[in-house]
T-cell receptor
Framework: KAGVTQTPRYLIKTRGQQVTLSCSPI?????VSWYQQTPGQGLQFLFE???????NKGNFPGRFSGRQFSNSRSEMNVSTLELGDSALYLC??????????????FGPGTRLTVL | KQEVTQIPAALSVPEGENLVLNCSFT??????LQWFRQDPGKGLTSLLL?????REQTSGRLNASLDKSSGRSTLYIAASQPGDSATYLC????????????FGKGTTLSVSS
């Protein structure tokens, strides 16, 4: 089974621009979660999509948004980029079925640098 | 609000040593606990998942234990090797679906040959 894939792997943007990151989950998984990792804050949960609906949301400003398609692929968008948005963005997939407590499987991440 | 803490932040050991990494959490009402490994600049690799009803899980040289009442989990690595050098993270989910993970800051392990 193919793992979680993320594209692109690296991005360089300037302040004020917007960016879209993509994540393809493991086949059969319906839940996709996004995380931001920075040296100062560590790993922080952004949001989760399950069956095309946002099911959970972390404590991030509205500039961070996402969506999920019918094939479970997900995209996240960051508008009006700030220097502090420079981070490794990771997505994770799981079956997501409530009560089944399945493992989260992570992709390789997208390294975003904002200049 | 659930908080996850990992101590120590860094650990250096010679090859062959057995070692224990610690993870503590403030709210004992967890659904499961997952241990991950992260190599520099890479994504996370799942090592072990312990369900809330379990006390421990084993995979090869790794053994993870869970004590919900004390809010603690330990990851035991036997006969450490230089290839074990990485950052180890523990995480607990914020919901019954096992998603919205809350992570500790990790323990960076260095194993010297």
């Amino acid at each position: 089974k193919a793992g979680v894939t993320q594209t692109p792997r690296y991005l360089i943007k300037t302040r004020g621009q917007q960016v879209t990151l993509s994540c393809s989950p493991i086949s059969g998984h319906r839940s996709v979660s996004w995380y931001q990792q920075t040296p100062g804050q560590g790993l922080q949960f952004l949001f989760e999509y399950f069956s095309e609906t946002q099911r959970n949301k972390g404590n991030f400003p509205g500039r961070f948004s996402g969506r999920q398609f019918s094939n479970s692929r997900s995209e996240m968008n960051v508008s009006t980029l700030e220097l502090g948005d420079s981070a490794l963005y990771l997505c994770a997939s799981s079956s997501g079925t409530s009560g089944s407590f399945h493992e989260q499987f992570f992709g390789p991440g997208t390294r975003l640098t904002v200049l | 609000k659930q908080e996850v803490t990992q101590i120590p932040a860094a650990l250096s050991v010679p090859e062959g040593e057995n070692l224990v990494l610690n993870c503590s959490f403030t709210d004992s009402a967890i659904y499961n606990l997952q241990w991950f490994r992260q190599d520099p600049g890479k994504g996370l690799t799942s090592l072990l998942l312990i369900q809330s009803s379990q006390r421990e899980q084993t995979s090869g040289r790794l053994n993870a234990s869970l004590d919900k009442s004390s809010g603690r989990s330990t990851l035991y690595i036997a006969a450490s090797q230089p290839g074990d050098s990485a950052t180890y993270l523990c995480a607990v989910p914020a919901n019954q679906a096992g998603t919205a993970l809350i992570f500790g800051k990790g323990t960076t392990l260095s194993v010297s040959s």
